[in-house]
Each structure stands twice: as structure tokens, then as C-alpha cells.
Nanobody
Framework: QVQLVESGGGLVQPGGSLRLSCAAS?????????MSWHRQAPGKQRELVAAIDNSGNTNYADSVKGRFTISRDNGKYTMYLQMNTLKPEDTAVYYC????????WGQGTQVTVSS
């Protein structure tokens, strides 16, 4: 069973930066996982923010292109999301997802962008 634990969320002012981490455990097959970050704001559906496949190919939601960077360290079984130039509309709970033969979700980490 794969467990995912997000960290790095918090309160930041508009224009600030945060780095989220997603640590995986329970499987040595991390390097084969397709990984992604999703977010859900109050009253809205969960949406894809960024994804990285097992070859390192990435894609981003239009709303975060040029501001967010997704990466992974297979040796550390960890995925990251560097978020720069944060906006109030980035406020949400951020979840990581891992997919191989099954889909796994973390518990989420709150990101609040406010002055």
C-alpha cells in the first residue's frame, strides 16, 4: 500500500513563494509512478495543477504556467511543487496523486495566499 504525505503549505502574501513536498512510502516502485499535484478551493471541484510522468515529462494548468514548477527526486521518493508569484486565487488544499496500477492520494496541505 502506497502512502503519500504532503507538506510545505502555509500562509503567504501575494507575490510570495512556497515549496510543497509529497513523500511516498510503501513501495520501491516510485520511479514508475505518474505523479501529479491537484488542488481544491472551497466550493470548487478538484483540479489538476501539474503533472510529471516517469520519464520526467511535465504539463501544467494554464493558470499556473510560468509560476509553478513540478519536479521529482526518485532517490528520495519525493515530488515537489515550487510555487512562485502566488496569487489569492491559488488558495486551496493541495493534494498529491500517484498512479501506477492504482491511484493513490495524500491527505492534502492547505495553501492560503492573503495579505
Amino acid at each position: 500500500q502506497v502512502q503519500l504525505v504532503e507538506s510545505g503549505g502555509g500562509l503567504v502574501q501575494p507575490g510570495g513563494s512556497l515549496r510543497l513536498s509529497c513523500a511516498a512510502s510503501g513501495s520501491i516502485r516510485f520511479r514508475f509512478f505518474a505523479m501529479s499535484w491537484h488542488r481544491q478551493a472551497p466550493g470548487k471541484q478538484r483540479e489538476l495543477v501539474a503533472a510529471i510522468d516517469n520519464s520526467g515529462n511535465t504539463n501544467y494548468a494554464d493558470s499556473v504556467k510560468g509560476r509553478f514548477t513540478i519536479s521529482r527526486d526518485n532517490g528520495k521518493y519525493t515530488m515537489y511543487l515550487q510555487m512562485n508569484t502566488l496569487k489569492p486565487e491559488d488558495t486551496a488544499v493541495y493534494y498529491c496523486n500517484a498512479v501506477e496500477t492504482q491511484s493513490y492520494w495524500g491527505q492534502g496541505t492547505q495553501v492560503t495566499v492573503s495579505s
